[in-house]
């Protein structure tokens, strides 16, 4: 499978837990996004990389949300102190940056449910 | 602060009829606005717009974006059940060029 991955799929928490999300994005993507979607909502904008560089992070983000790419490939979401409003689905995309303009795939999601 | 705003919020058809969904949206540096489907999983990719006025068609859809008056509208024709499904717009843009800003979605639901 050449599409975008993430892991685990499903995800339950009790509050106040920390948990971890992989994603690896197509291989020769240079871009990758994390959003998060809930019941009845668009997906909203976390943050995304280009590269290793994290080029943009929303201010709804609070400090315990945290994302990295190490090497420009994989990149993992980790959220620290986990609470009930957290529970959603957790979706990655990435894209081939050519240009100003850009193709973005998702990934099937990671859905955590906080108890 | 980027916006994304899509109308109707919901609408319901019957197969064959033809359906227009609209997004308007404001968002420093735009770039391009993005089209996708998304059923009980993931979205999936439909269509990128970047100029102004070019229609883009794929099989029944079709789409065209207006950089001058701020919005999209993709096209359905001769519906399907197939085609049930939420239909959301991302326009590309923001601080760094790239961020794509979701609007809320319109449901469409398609009946036999």
């Known amino acids: 499978d050449t599409g975008v991955s993430q892991d685990p799929r499903h995800k339950i928490t009790k509050r106040g837990q920390n948990v971890t999300f992989r994603c690896d994005p197509i291989?020769?993507?240079?871009?990758l996004y994390w959003y998060r979607q809930t019941l009845g909502q668009g997906p909203e904008f976390l943050t995304y990389?280009?590269?290793?560089?994290?080029?943009?992070k929303s201010r709804l983000l609070s400090d315990r949300f945290s994302a990295e790419r190490p090497k420009g490939s994989f990149s993992t979401l980790e959220i620290q102190r986990t609470e009930q409003g957290d529970s959603a689905m957790y979706l990655c995309?990435?894209?081939?940056?050519?240009?100003?303009?850009?193709?973005?795939?998702f990934g099937q999601g990671t859905r955590l449910t906080v108890v | 602060e980027d916006k994304v705003v899509q109308s109707p919020l919901s609408l319901v058809v019957h197969e064959g009829d033809t359906v227009t969904l609209n997004c308007s949206y404001e968002v420093t540096n735009f770039r391009s606005l993005l089209w996708y489907k998304q059923e009980k999983k993931a979205p999936t990719f439909l269509f990128m717009l970047?100029?102004?006025?070019i229609e883009k068609k794929s099989g029944r859809l079709s789409s065209i974006l207006d950089k001058k008056e701020l919005f999209s509208i993709l096209n359905i024709t001769a519906t399907q059940t197939g085609d049930s499904a939420v239909y959301l717009c991302a326009p590309a843009g923001g601080t760094s060029y790239g961020k794509l800003t979701f609007g809320q979605g319109t449901i469409l639901t398609v009946h036999p």
């Open positions: 291989s020769e993507h240079n871009r």
């Open positions: 995309a990435s894209s081939l940056r050519t240009g100003w303009n850009t193709e973005a795939f």
């Open positions: 970047t100029s102004s006025g």
């Open positions: 990389f280009q590269n290793e560089a994290q080029l943009e």
